[in-house]
């Protein structure tokens, strides 16, 4: 790997972690609307509910992976300079599998009540569950405008062109606040359903489409294509596969469905704030070294793309103490989110403690948007689809088990505990297929900031009480004033620890951080 190669995938790093930052962000602003109108209400558990076969069938045609499965393909020919023919194969992808993802709406929306009733059996027939069937049928076509929307972003990614792309999930937020906000006091919930839709439309739509023509996209008429069946073939395992996100999406809905009215919501506050995490170490990161490093396969250089894997993953782990933070400071994270309007101290308490047991899933999730990609830049989708479904299936009885001995509580340790298994599993395989001999260096790196961070998460609780005395956490000066303290004292303590023990996934950062403050306040004085 060339400093310039590094240079390059560091600034669309920045890119696209200032997008997750910002939709993070935006997002948080999303769930709070939703807190301060629905709390922790059956209507809210709706809500969710609604999500579950529209996500179903994003996953079914692998809109979520068409960055994945495409830019491979569409890539080898801007290589080749076949740009042309490249356009040849979007088009016959947008038409057929388009084609086909309308038909399966439209099946949807006329089956939604038993699909509804289905994958959430824990809902018992009356209004909370007629809410859902309505609400599934509203944000059902934004599936369309998804897939589009991901075609549209592979061909600007594989031309370098992050921009554009990173608005998408900026866009989709604010509809949805929008909705809710403007609709909400007349429609309930149903408001941030319409909210969705035309967000996704948007979006992942309007915007896309914009985009996608400044980098030269053409449409030709649909025609048999050799590639074809290569999307398929790569396509294919995505679809029928059970990935972390998705299986954990759809299993918290499902065993929350069995929870008191409002567990599904608490469990949800609790995931979105986990994923602020996950965008940022794991999403921002992935999605912009994955083009480098499906050029470094494609090329066959096998050991420089380990390295990029390597080092890639070292960093990752300094999301571990950022992670004990939140953990120490979760009942004050929940207060200053949520706390208004119909979003209590009880509904406060409630999500905190999932938050608690959720929060280590956070690192696992964000290890494994590096680690699967992987496997995708060698075009192989199979051999992590099925090995991850295999993961979540067997972690199922976890489940069983967490919700019966902790309830909603039990549910998140369960998420975390798959997450961790299924990446574990997934490295593994990757290392005994590429040969990763380094990988050792990694392990090494996860198992320092594992103790490290079990040290700080103790340490932390045991001096919160010392810092707390005097201050009302149940006010927002009060919570800010802790927060401010124990994350201050957590954030010496790490970077005290990174520099006596020379630990370099502390140090790394922090160093380049201060590189670039340096920097700016020459530049300025110069």
């Keep these: 790997m060339t400093p310039a190669t590094y240079k390059r995938i560091g600034f669309a790093a920045m890119i696209m972690m200032g997008s997750v930052f910002l939709s993070r962000i935006i997002g948080v602003a999303r769930e709070m609307v939703i807190a301060h109108i629905g709390g922790v209400s059956g209507g809210v558990d709706a809500y969710q509910v609604a999500f579950v076969v529209p996500e179903i069938l994003n996953h079914i045609v692998a809109s979520g992976f068409l960055s994945i499965s495409f830019i491979p393909i569409f890539s080898k020919y801007l290589a080749e300079g076949r740009k042309e023919e490249g356009w040849r194969v979007f088009s016959l992808i947008m038409f057929c599998f388009g084609g086909a993802l309308l038909l399966l709406i439209g099946l949807a929306e006329f089956f939604a009540e038993p699909l509804v009733g289905l994958l959430a059996p824990g809902l018992a027939p009356g209004p909370t569950a007629a809410f859902a069937v309505k609400m599934t049928r509203i944000v059902m076509p934004a599936q369309f405008f998804f897939f589009c929307g991901g075609l549209f972003m592979a061909v600007q990614f594989a031309n370098g062109r992050f921009l554009v792309p990173a608005l998408a999930p900026l866009i989709y937020n604010i509809g949805i606040i929008t909705g809710g906000i403007l609709l909400g006091p007349r ?51 995505l679809m029928l596969g059970l990935t972390p996100v998705f299986s954990l999406e759809i299993f918290f809905r499902f065993f929350g469905s069995f929870l008191p009215t409002g567990g599904i919501a608490s469990i949800n506050y609790g995931f979105r704030i986990m994923f602020i995490l996950v965008g940022l170490f794991g999403q921002a990161l992935g999605t912009a070294f ?77 290890t494994y948007t590096i680690v699967v990609r992987g496997f995708y830049a060698s075009k192989d989708t199979l051999f992590p689809a099925v090995f991850c479904t295999i993961g979540a299936l067997l972690t199922v009885p976890c489940y069983f088990f967490g919700i019966k001995w902790m309830g909603a509580s039990g549910i998140g340790l369960a998420m975390s505990f798959s997450a961790f ?29 594992i103790c490290f961070g079990i040290g700080l998460f103790i340490l932390l609780e045991r001096l919160r009480p010392f810092l707390s005395k005097g201050i009302d956490a149940s006010t927002i000066h009060g919570s800010l004033m802790l927060c401010g303290m124990v994350g201050s004292l957590g954030l010496l303590l790490i970077a005290t620890t990174g520099y006596v023990f020379s630990i370099q996934e502390i140090t790394g950062p922090l160093d380049q951080i201060w590189s670039k403050l340096k920097h700016g306040i020459l530049f300025k004085q110069g």
């Excluded at 400071?329 to 959720?358: C, M, P």
């Excluded at 299924?422 to 380094?438: G, H, Y």
């Design 290 to 366: 994955y083009p480098f490093m499906a050029r470094l396969v494609t090329e066959n250089k096998i050991e420089a793309a380990n390295e990029l894997l390597n080092t890639t993953l070292r960093y990752i782990t300094l999301s571990i103490p950022l992670c004990v933070l939140m953990m120490v400071l979760r009942q004050e994270v929940v207060f200053l989110l949520f706390e208004r309007g119909s979003f209590d101290a009880k509904a406060t308490a409630a999500t905190a403690q999932v938050l608690l047991f959720l929060l280590p899933g956070a690192v696992a999730i964000a």
């Design 187 to 237: 429609l309930g919930m149903a408001g941030f359903a319409w909210g969705a839709l035309l967000g996704g439309f948007l979006g992942n739509f309007v915007v896309q489409y914009g985009g996608a023509r400044r980098v030269g996209m053409k449409f030709y008429r649909p025609a048999p294509h050799p590639d074809l069946k290569e999307y398929i073939r790569l396509t294919l395992p």
């Design 421 to 449: 298994f299924q990446v574990i599993l997934l490295f593994w395989a990757w290392n005994r297929r590429s040969k990763n001999a380094a990988s050792v260096v990694v392990y090494k790196s996860f198992f320092k900031m």
